[in-house]
């Protein structure tokens, strides 16, 4: 399976919104609605942002925000905040029990 | 709690044998899938496969068939992530991470990371 396709990079200043797309195939995103996004900060281990395209684990903000559209899952992130200055990676069901990633987007907060 | 603790990091020739592990506490170990993860320097994450501690089933992807083996000791809580002979390119931070129960995407608890350098 190859890896889904993000955006190496994305920006935008506190407050305003950015939102970063996640490719896939029909074999992995548009297959199933299960599509999970991880934030991850330097030298720290990945944080489960979203899981099932839409749904928040308990303590994550709802500014994080998660949708699908075909082959193409999104992660928006409103109101931004420097605390929000990481490495997103999208993750995919891909039958079998297998998981594949996206290749990540680092996101700037200007 | 809910944790998942792993070994600590390693430095290892090429050709040598490695086992590292992640002990999970505060939940049904046996009862949820647990997955690995790679991420070499400065790159980005590739899921490596999943083992069900339950009965150790276990799927692995078609990057590392071959390389790595899952094993798991329920009696424990620990599972463990294994090379016969390493290579260079093994050099990465891998990463435990327990699968939410019935959800197939949600990896909603994440070891600390064990660093594995491999050179001569």
């Known amino acids: 399976q190859s890896a889904l396709t993000q955006p190496p990079s994305a920006s935008g200043s506190p407050g305003q919104s950015v939102t970063i797309s996640c490719t896939g195939t029909?074999?992995?995103?548009?297959?199933?609605?299960?599509v999970s996004w991880f934030q991850q900060h330097p030298g720290k281990a990945p944080k489960l942002l979203i899981y099932?395209?839409?749904k928040r684990p308990s303590g994550v903000p709802d500014r994080f925000s998660g949708s699908k559209s075909g082959n193409t899952a999104s992660l928006t992130v409103s109101g931004l905040q420097a605390a929000d200055e990481a490495d997103y990676y999208c993750g995919s069901y891909g039958g079998s029990n297998n998981l594949v990633f996206g290749g990540g987007t680092k996101l700037t907060v200007l | 709690e809910v944790q998942l603790v792993q070994s600590g990091a390693e430095v290892k020739k090429p050709g040598e044998s490695l086992k590292i592990s992640c002990q999970g506490s505060g939940y049904s170990f046996s009862s949820y899938w647990m997955g690995w993860v790679r991420q070499k320097p400065g790159k980005g994450l590739e899921w490596m496969g999943i083992?069900?501690?339950?009965?150790?089933?276990?799927r692995y992807s078609p990057s590392v068939q071959g390389q790595v083996s899952f094993s798991a000791d329920k009696s424990i809580n620990t599972a463990y992530l294994q090379w016969r002979s390493l290579k260079a390119s093994d050099t990465a931070m891998y990463y435990c991470?327990?699968?939410?129960?019935?959800?197939?995407?949600?990896?909603?608890?994440w070891g600390q990371g064990t660093m594995v350098t491999v050179s001569s």
């Open positions: 029909s074999s992995d995103v548009g297959g199933y609605n299960y």
């Open positions: 991470a327990r699968r939410g129960y019935e959800k197939l995407d949600a990896y909603d608890v």
């Open positions: 099932e395209v839409t």
């Open positions: 083992i069900y501690p339950g009965d150790s089933d276990s």
